[in-house]
């Protein structure tokens, strides 16, 4: 996994957490980066790699779904369902 400082061009490179099928989903903020498999959600700092947080979302069934900060509150997030109006929205804290 790979997460670029689109500032600078510097490439932070990490392992996943959860495997080979985890992938980057979006941003929970400026600094923190998430990382999902199945419904697990894992908050890592972007600089670090370093988990910040994990959540586990049950119902969660969007492989595909983009994760979108809420703005101006950095650490929220949203993801709207392929194909429907459903949007599911999370904290993280």
């Known amino acids: 996994m790979v997460v670029v400082n689109a500032s600078t ?7 996943p957490l959860a495997g080979p099928l985890s992938r980057f989903t979006g941003w929970a903020d400026n ?7 199945g419904n697990e959600f ?11 947080n994990r959540l586990i979302v049950p119902d969660w069934i969007d492989d595909d779904g983009q994760i979108t900060p809420f703005q101006p509150r950095p650490g929220r997030f949203t993801s709207r369902h ?5 949007t599911l929205s ?4």
């Open 31 to 37: 600094e923190d980066f998430i990382e999902v498999s």
């Open 82 to 86: 392929s194909g429907s109006t459903a």
């Open 9 to 15: 061009g510097e490439l932070h490179r990490y392992q």
């Open 42 to 52: 894992y908050i890592r700092d972007a600089a670090s790699g370093k988990l910040t």
């Open 90 to 93: 999370r904290f993280v804290c």
